[in-house]
């Protein structure tokens, strides 16, 4: 499973960006889906989940302002942002749970992660 991110970049305070994640492999494997998140000097943060389902959580911090969502056609996650606050500058990473093959056999867990892509938000 591979994925890309894409969409970040500088916005004002108040403003809105929509990210989105595609993937690429074995996609129709891919279970429980996300986008976390590391600002400068920080670790990084869980920001939002998606199961395959539909069902999300999310950090309290961002509660009632982002919203994420999954195509699951084509398998693509989203994270629409909105009343972006400086605080929420950081880089971008979309993370997937799905099975990996080793050539020690198959593990039904695996965190695959993207490339990131930051987000500034300016005051």
């Known amino acids: 499973v591979q994925l890309q991110a894409s969409g970040g970049g500088l916005v004002q305070a108040g403003g809105s960006l929509r990210l989105s994640c595609a993937t690429s492999?074995?996609?129709?494997?891919?279970?429980?889906m996300g986008w976390y998140r590391q600002a400068p000097g920080k670790e990084r943060e869980l920001v939002a989940t998606?199961?395959?389902?539909?069902?999300?959580t999310y950090a309290d911090s961002v509660k009632g302002r982002f919203t994420i969502s999954r195509d699951n056609t084509n398998v693509v996650l989203y994270l629409y942002m909105n009343s972006l606050k400086p605080e929420d500058t950081a880089v971008y990473y979309c993370?997937?749970?799905?099975?990996?093959?080793?050539?020690?056999?198959?593990?039904?867990?695996?965190?695959?992660w993207g490339q990131g892509t930051l987000v500034t938000v300016s005051s």
């Open positions: 492999g074995s996609i129709f494997s891919i279970n429980d």
């Open positions: 993370n997937a749970d799905a099975p990996q093959t080793t050539r020690w056999g198959t593990f039904p867990h695996h965190a695959y």
């Open positions: 998606i199961t395959r389902r539909g069902s999300t």
